[in-house]
């Protein structure tokens, strides 16, 4: 797909973080940008800010774990810009840490709800439209390096496995059909996002009811928030990315490749050596998928 301008794209978990600066890149490439958010006074916000830019854009509050919702949201996008040419998938929250026996089924069904439902929710509502309009198109589905590498049982981990697999699915699928819509599977290592103070938007009846985060946890979520905003990589680079990816029809977006590479060898290479599955990923002396878990690599 090369010609962006006057096509229409679909972002979802678009206030902020990477979706934000997907919609942002795609305004200056001269895309009609729908918005798709949660927060809804975050949403409001990016969609001012874009408008005043002078891009066609449209906020829509959608809650991506609810087929309705996101069925909703294409309704909207539909009627409002007509065939809708990119979508990307990209709401996540991370959550349901500490061991995987500890876990709670809340956990699972926020986590899975946003991180894979979401997904499908998002295919399953737009992809019929964009193979029957039968124009170029594109669906970027936001994994992650953990969706690619080994490491601690966390169900953000697990998720992100299942978005990368789905995607590769989703490929077969669509070149099976002979539609003219590519996919990308984006992979991000450390973005400057609020990613792990996703909790903020956990919904009242997915929290668990009498449960108390240790102080000491919180700090280390702290910690790690912080690390991420310091020295991750700007969302506006990762959209730059998958603008090229889009043009260049290329699956998989690694931000990080140096970073990626490793973990994606050593898990490969553990499983033809039938070996144990090699160490996860550490950041600032903390497992990437576990920051609950004080530890060193």
């Known amino acids: ?33 729908v918005l798709a958010d949660v927060e809804e006074q975050a949403l409001a916000a990016t969609e001012a800010d874009l408008a005043a ?11 991506v ?27 996540g929250v991370s959550g349901g840490m500490g061991p995987i026996w500890q876990t ?17 929710h998002g295919i399953q509502a737009f992809v019929p439209g964009m193979v029957a309009h039968g124009e170029p198109g594109h669906v970027v589905n936001t994994s992650s390096v953990l969706g690619l590498s080994s490491g601690g049982g966390s169900i953000y981990s697990v998720s992100k496995h299942a978005v990368t697999r789905l995607s ?33 938007n956990r919904p009242a009846h ?27 990589m700007p969302p506006a680079e990762v959209a730059g990315m998958v603008v090229d990816a889009i043009r260049d029809d290329r699956f998989y977006v690694l931000t990080h490749h140096d970073m990626i590479t490793p973990q994606v060898e050593a898990r490969m290479q553990a499983i ?12 600032g002396g903390i497992p990437a998928d576990r920051p609950d878990t004080a530890s060193t690599p």
């Open 168 to 200: 590769e699915g989703l490929y077969h699928d669509l070149r099976a059909a002979e539609a003219p819509v590519g996919v990308s599977v984006l992979c991000p290592g450390m973005i400057a996002t609020r990613i792990v103070t996703a909790d903020r």
């Open 104 to 120: 709670t089924e809340a956990d699972w069904q926020w986590v899975l709800g946003v991180n894979l439902m979401g997904v499908v």
């Open 206 to 232: 997915l929290r668990n009811a009498g449960i108390e985060i240790p102080p000491e946890m919180l700090e280390r979520r702290k910690v790690m928030q912080e690390r991420f905003l310091e020295i991750g």
């Open 1 to 33: 797909m090369q010609e962006l301008s006057g096509r229409v794209a679909v972002v979802t978990g678009a206030a902020s973080g990477i979706g934000r600066g997907l919609a942002e890149r795609f305004a200056a490439e001269g895309m009609k940008v």
């Open 65 to 91: 774990s609810s087929r309705t919702s996101v069925d909703d949201l294409a309704d909207a996008s539909v009627e409002r810009f007509g065939a809708v040419h990119v979508l990307c998938n990209n709401a």
């Open 272 to 283: 033809l050596a039938d070996e144990p599955p090699a160490p996860g990923l550490f950041v």
């Open 53 to 63: 830019t002078g891009a066609e854009v449209l906020a829509v509050a959608t809650d």
